[in-house]
């Protein structure tokens, strides 16, 4: 691997929409927005940051896969996915880097079939409930702590 | 800008933390490291630590009045007895949310991977809470940010 860390920010189901989508739960800002603001932010700290977005489950699979080799940590927001996938669960506990989980929301404040999470256990950590500006927050915390090589 | 950091019981000595806990860290060094942060961007920290529930209850009580923003590691020990006193914060977490005040959860560890089920996330669906757990000093750090983020604030060149 390089000397540029490699962090890969997955979204799920529905973050497509987000800006149009429930803007009362999600904000008004778009994922396009949202990837810019990430991968800039990355540049800014010498970290490479690869945005990726997909609605079919076995997409997020194979980047999380990809990832084993070639990522130093992974960010991942499954969207409704995080409820309902065993298969991420596991592609995540293949992977041997750092990872957090994000929510825009914080699922634990709505329905209760928000309230299990399989992506939860299989991660080193959860950031929900910040807004669209977790992703950044996340990002910025990354560049920090892999240059350091420690969380 | 004031916010209120408030630690529930079994915080005072971290090394009782289970293994995935970085023991090195104590939480002077929380209040150290927290206090720094705030000072960077203007905010006036009131930092706390309380075993006795009811006393947690009160600081929470204050705080909707003189803090415009509550960060809260509500227990950092987990048995049986804690998740009974997890149910007395939900009341005072209410208030708060009826107030408006921002309130960001943090655990210092991922209370997902503990198996047992035995914390679970504060849930009040009106409230406005963040929720980090899992990073270390860092769950504190990133609330901080986060508050410092939803409020504009501009960091100090130190």
């Known amino acids: 691997m390089s000397d540029t860390k490699k962090v890969r920010v997955l979204n799920g189901a529905n973050l497509n929409l987000l800006g149009t989508r429930e803007p009362s739960i999600y904000g008004s800002t778009t994922l396009a927005h949202v990837a810019e603001r990430c991968v800039a932010l990355g540049a800014e700290h ?4 690869e945005f990726l977005q997909s609605n079919y489950e076995g997409a997020i699979v194979e980047w999380i896969q990809e990832a084993i080799n070639s990522c130093d940590a992974i960010v991942i ?28 929301s914080n699922p634990h404040l709505r329905e209760k079939f928000r309230h299990t999470s399989y992506v939860s256990p299989a991660v080193n950590a959860v950031v929900a409930g910040l807004g669209v500006g977790g992703y950044e927050l996340v990002i910025k915390l990354l560049a920090e702590t892999l240059r350091r090589d420690r969380v | 800008m004031k916010v209120l950091i408030l630690n529930g019981p079994g915080l ?6 289970d293994s995935s806990f970085d023991k090195e860290l104590s939480l002077a060094q929380i209040e150290q490291e927290c206090g720094k942060l705030c000072a960077k961007y203007g905010i006036d920290m009131t930092f706390r630590q309380g075993d006795v529930v009811t006393e947690l209850f009160e600081w929470i009580g204050r705080s909707a ?23 007395e914060y939900r009341s005072a977490i209410k208030m708060l949310a009826h107030l408006k005040k921002p309130v960001v959860e943090v655990h210092l560890t991922n209370i997902f991977r503990h198996g047992a089920d035995l914390i ?4 009040e669906p009106d409230a406005k809470i963040g929720f980090i757990c899992g990073l270390g000093l860092h769950s504190y750090l990133l609330a901080i940010e986060s508050i410092a983020q939803q409020h504009n604030l501009q960091g100090r060149v130190a």
């Open chain 1, 46 to 49: 010498g970290l490479e940051v």
């Open chain 1, 77 to 104: 927001n499954a969207g409704a996915f995080t409820h309902t996938s065993i298969a991420i669960h596991d592609a995540l506990r293949a992977y041997n880097g750092y990872k957090i989980e994000l929510h825009i």
């Open chain 2, 12 to 17: 005072d000595d971290l090394r009782r933390m």
């Open chain 2, 65 to 87: 009045a003189e803090f415009d923003a509550l960060i809260i590691n509500p227990i950092g020990y987990y048995s049986y007895e804690a998740y009974e006193k997890f149910e």
């Open chain 2, 120 to 123: 679970e996330p504060l849930r």
